[in-house]
């Protein structure tokens, strides 16, 4: 299996809505990443997870907590959202953190979240 | 921290041509400078990258340079063709995992 996988695609929620984000890669990688996307804009590096350890917490809002469940799963759940939240949410992987060797990271296809 | 800009923002050519986009960095210390392709609704997938010890790399009809000096590397893509057409984003970093992404670039191939 070469590649990451995100559930689910599409999620609508209101702001009171408890939901959560999945993410999947069976290829190895001790580093997970979940980024945000908002149109026409770059990813933003949200969070890192290494080893099953958050390394990099980049001042996300509390509404957003991310767990790492294991080495292949990472979760991200969502709570108290707010309209402006509303973008896709990317999940990305890596061999591992730092040297110059492990960089590359490939993404999932994402899940697309409309907070109304 | 590092600041990545990427030119152009827009790039319209005629299918065979080729088109170059160009990103410049700030921090000297950036030794990894992956390409992304990203189409309308689709994830942003890795095309090429190029670490700092090295001063050009190439797949088939892609191709990017470094010049460590001026601190900017380039993407080339030559016998461009109407698939080529996405948002591409490049990106750089010291730290191995802080990938700084470049505003992207829309690139647009017309038959």
């Known amino acids: 299996d070469t590649e990451v996988t995100q559930t689910p695609k599409h999620l609508v929620m209101g702001m009171t809505n408890k939901k959560s984000l999945k993410c999947e890669q069976h290829m190895g990688h001790r580093a997970m990443y979940w980024y945000k996307q908002k149109a026409k804009k770059p990813p933003e590096l949200m969070f890192v997870?290494?080893?099953?350890?958050?390394?990099i917490n980049e001042s996300v809002p509390s509404r957003f907590s991310p767990e790492c469940p294991n080495s292949s799963l990472l979760n991200l759940h969502l709570h108290a959202l707010q309209p402006e939240d509303s973008a896709l949410y990317l999940c990305?992987?890596?061999?591992?953190?730092?040297?110059?060797?492990?960089?590359?990271?490939?993404f999932g296809p994402g899940t697309r979240l409309t907070v109304l | 921290g590092e600041n990545v800009e990427q030119h152009p923002s827009t790039l319209s050519v005629q299918e065979g041509d080729s088109a170059v986009i160009k990103c410049t960095y700030s921090?000297?210390?950036?030794?990894?400078f992956p390409w992304y392709k990203q189409e309308l609704g689709k994830r942003p997938q890795l095309i090429i990258d190029i670490r700092s010890n090295v001063g050009e790399k190439k797949d088939q009809r892609i191709a990017v340079t470094l010049n460590k000096t001026a601190k900017h590397f380039s993407l080339h893509i030559t016998e461009t063709q109407p698939e080529d057409s996405a948002v591409y984003f490049c990106a750089a970093t010291n730290s191995g995992y802080a990938l700084n992404f470049g505003k992207g670039t829309s690139l647009l191939v017309t038959p």
């Open positions: 997870y290494s080893y099953e350890k958050l390394s």
């Open positions: 921090d000297s210390a950036s030794n990894y």
């Open positions: 990305a992987s890596s061999l591992r953190l730092g040297g110059i060797s492990y960089n590359e990271q490939f």
